[in-house]
């Protein structure tokens, strides 16, 4: 309704318990302005666990830099996305028209629909402008809502097989698949955590081809006795938060607060 209301012509977003950085859009517009061909701009932000103190940039600003040679520019949005340069809603600029001709959110989606919107925009477009610097804070504040609609084995399966479908019609077949390679296996290894052990053999059923040998037999393994596996992820978890392992915010499923 907002983005069809709006009578300007780009659309930026923002979550309602997130927050821009004062800059934001000033450093999103002057990439745009030195790169007119654009049609969408993503960038860094700042993940922050701020009960606990916790916060630091999703990725590197370094890191970024290097990729796109400090020209603000990813040639191919999966392939970024496919380093962690995906970007997040908070941070995303995108065209109006754009929006519309990929055909907006899917109000059927009760999850994920933001990553089927940038997916189904970076398959007609893959060229993506990106702020290497962080613009916007992503905030772990409502643990609970992060997790009242996980991934599940049929809806991930369609996710991706929906895009494969539009990545054969686009060209953009490679790029997507590297990404969804790394995407299945960080799912599964979440769903280790709920103990979706159902979800994660469907999965390991359906992208046979996209999930190395060994990874599959280490997960049948793992969902073999998966109350035991969460409770050894749980604590390989903490171990890693309190020794200060992990360089990104993260936060664990509500269920491991009971």
């Not at 979800?199 to 006795?225: N, S």
Request: glycine share 6%.
């Amino acid at each position: 309704t907002g983005i069809h209301a709006a009578t300007g012509n780009w659309i930026a977003f923002l979550d309602a318990d997130d927050e821009w950085l004062p800059d934001r859009l000033m450093r999103q517009v002057q990439l745009l302005e030195k790169n007119p061909h654009l049609v969408w701009v993503s960038g860094n932000f700042i993940t922050c666990s701020c009960s606990e103190g916790r916060k630091a940039p999703y990725v590197p600003p370094n890191c970024i830099e290097q990729f796109t040679h400090c020209s603000g520019i990813m040639e191919d949005y999966f392939i970024g996305a496919s380093h962690d340069f995906g970007g997040h809603t908070n941070v995303m600029l995108i065209r109006k028209d754009v929006l519309l001709a990929a055909g907006l959110f899917d109000t059927a989606f009760s999850k994920a629909e933001d990553l089927d919107m940038w997916w189904k925009i970076a398959h007609e477009n893959r060229t993506v402008g990106y702020v290497s610097e962080p613009i916007a804070i992503h905030h772990f504040g409502n643990i609970q809502s992060l997790n009242k609609n996980p991934m599940d084995g049929s809806f991930t399966s369609s996710l991706i097989m929906r895009h494969q479908l539009l990545a054969s019609k686009a060209g953009t077949e490679k790029s997507f698949e590297r990404l969804s390679k790394i995407l299945l296996r960080r799912w599964m290894r979440a769903m280790l955590f709920r103990e979706q052990k159902a979800d994660i053999r469907h999965l390991l059923r359906e992208f046979r081809g996209l999930i190395p040998i060994w990874y599959r037999y280490l997960m049948v393994g793992l969902t073999v006795f998966p109350r035991l596996t969460k409770a050894a992820c749980l604590l390989i978890s903490r171990i890693v938060r309190k020794l200060k392992l992990r360089r990104r915010v993260v936060v664990l499923p509500d269920s491991s607060k009971k």
